[in-house]
């Protein structure tokens, strides 16, 4: 079955990186686009990136533009997330998602949580 | 940029019908999707392409999409079915997925 496991969630301080990583498995990860998804506490879902199966192609929501940096190894079967100059306001659990086709999400992963604190 | 519109909440009798809305400019035009997410846990699709369900969703749950306003429908609602909806469109102008706010479906 499809499972996608998320890692690397922790306390950073502003101004500080960190980087999540996406193991995939139960499926050809190569075929498919992937997807960082983020909710911050008690709010709702808020896209932040994707990635085309290949790699080709990347996207990013505005509030992260410049700041992370989604990408993947195919021969690992992971996706990864660089969270560079982190603020406060990018405290969320933040999931990967799998896109069976292009643009919506059949699959998610449990969320690693990213707190951004002094 | 384009932005989706959902009540805050919605609150529904056991048995009876919910009816979740989602609004946007013409959103007819472009395919909406559902999530289902209960507290703890992670988003679950459960409509796509406007009213496809995934294997594994009940036919109680439907959907509908037209000029400005997708639907999401939950038939006989049950206790189970209390949890946060999110609608999700593609925004092509931007090149970005966009979320609705969320609903908080109440069963009372």
């Known amino acids: 079955q499809v499972q996608l496991v998320e890692s690397g969630g922790g306390v950073a301080q502003p101004g500080r990186s960190l980087r999540l990583s996406c193991a995939a498995s139960?499926?050809?990860?190569?075929?498919?686009?992937m997807h960082w998804v983020r909710q911050a506490p008690g709010k709702g879902l808020e896209w932040v990136a994707l990635i085309w199966d290949h790699g080709t192609y990347r996207s990013y929501a505005d509030s992260v533009k410049g700041r992370f940096t989604i990408s993947r190894d195919n021969s690992k079967n992971t996706l990864y997330l660089q969270l560079n100059s982190l603020r406060a306001e990018d405290t969320a659990v933040y999931y990967c998602?799998?896109?069976?086709?292009?643009?919506?999400?059949?699959?998610w992963g449990q969320g690693t949580l990213v707190t951004v604190s002094s | 940029s384009y932005v989706l519109t959902q009540p805050p909440s919605v609150s529904v009798a056991p048995g009876k019908t919910a009816r979740i809305t989602c609004g946007g400019n013409n959103i007819g035009r472009t395919n909406v999707h559902w999530y289902q997410q209960k507290p703890g846990q992670a988003p679950v699709l459960v409509i796509y392409q406007d009213s496809d369900r995934p294997s594994g969703i009940p036919e109680r749950l439907s959907g509908s999409n037209s000029g400005n306003t997708a639907t999401l429908t939950i038939s006989r609602v049950e206790a189970g079915d209390e949890a946060d909806y999110f609608c999700q469109v593609w925004d092509g102008s931007g090149n970005r997925v966009v979320f609705g706010g969320g609903t908080k479906l109440t069963v009372l």
């Open positions: 998602a799998r896109e069976p086709q292009p643009n919506y999400f059949d699959s």
């Open positions: 139960g499926f050809s990860f190569s075929n498919y686009g």
